[in-house]
């Protein structure tokens, strides 16, 4: 049988990444000649999406209503 996920725990940690990537704590790629380092391969967007995603469920958890996601239409010039 499949663990239960703790999706606000989890959000927390994808909390940490986030800072930390901002931060520049965590190098995502640096070259320096022909030396190169890399730690971290998840991209920004990605770790944004992911936290979304456990917000949501952590959300849900609690039995609290989810935010709704909201897209804004693009104005339209029309003429007359």
Do not use: H
């Amino acid at each position: 049988m499949a663990e239960e996920i703790d999706w606000c725990a989890r959000a927390a940690k994808l909390r940490d990444v986030e800072m930390a990537m901002l931060s520049g704590e965590m190098v995502t790629e640096a070259r320096f000649g022909t030396d190169g380092v890399k730690y971290a391969t998840a991209t920004l967007q990605e770790v944004k999406r992911d936290l979304d995603i456990a917000l949501r469920n952590c959300a849900v958890a609690r039995g609290e209503a989810p935010a709704r996601t909201r897209y804004a239409l693009r104005p339209v010039a029309r003429p007359y």
